[in-house]
């Protein structure tokens, strides 16, 4: 499965759009009746979220295929509830203290198609197939908007240059 789910990522076009789901639900090992979140967030996930103070965990949003970074998110438990359960991203808002389903005013809808907890919980990796522009700026990803900051890059030495990733 690893070498499909491999195979899928770098060559998107390759398989179908359903066909990617199923390699990326066996990848993850849950399938869409292993939790209930039809009424609130499945305590067995619940469980696993380490919010900040105001109850919140960062969602990195990546295009599913492309896999561009798009933009950065918060969600409280139900943002993340509804996120798991719609096909369609919901944040929360901290600057307007409400949900926010993204594109319901922009069109620029997000189209769940993977989400993955990260090793210690405070953040999610959510997949989707974005439309349009991810930034309200109406750039592609908010860190084009952004741009680069001046950096000094490294390098690895030489006795780092085999045999390891
Ligand atoms: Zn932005």
Redesign the pocket.
């Known amino acids: 499965m690893a070498v499909r789910y491999a195979h899928v990522a770098h060559n998107p076009g390759a398989v179908s759009e359903a066909d990617w789901g199923v390699a990326h639900k066996k990848k993850i090992g849950m399938t869409d009746t292993t939790y209930d979140n039809s009424t609130e967030l499945d305590p067995r996930i619940a469980a696993r979220l380490k919010r900040d103070v105001k109850g919140l965990v960062a969602a990195v949003i990546q295009q599913y295929d492309t896999h561009e970074v798009l933009?950065v998110g918060y969600m409280n438990d139900e943002a993340l509830r509804r996120t798991l359960t719609t096909g369609r991203v919901t944040f929360w808002s901290r600057s307007r203290q409400e949900y926010w389903r993204k594109g319901d005013t922009s069109g620029h809808v997000q189209y769940v198609k993977g989400v993955s907890l990260d090793c210690d919980g405070d953040a999610l990796l959510v997949e989707v197939d974005q439309v349009g522009a991810?930034?309200?700026?109406g750039?592609r990803s908010?860190f084009l908007?952004?741009g680069p900051l001046p950096v000094v890059e490294g390098h690895r030495p030489a006795e780092q240059q085999n045999g390891l990733s």
Request: aromatic share 0%; glycine share 12%.
């Open positions: 933009m991810a930034c309200h700026t750039k908010c908007e952004g």
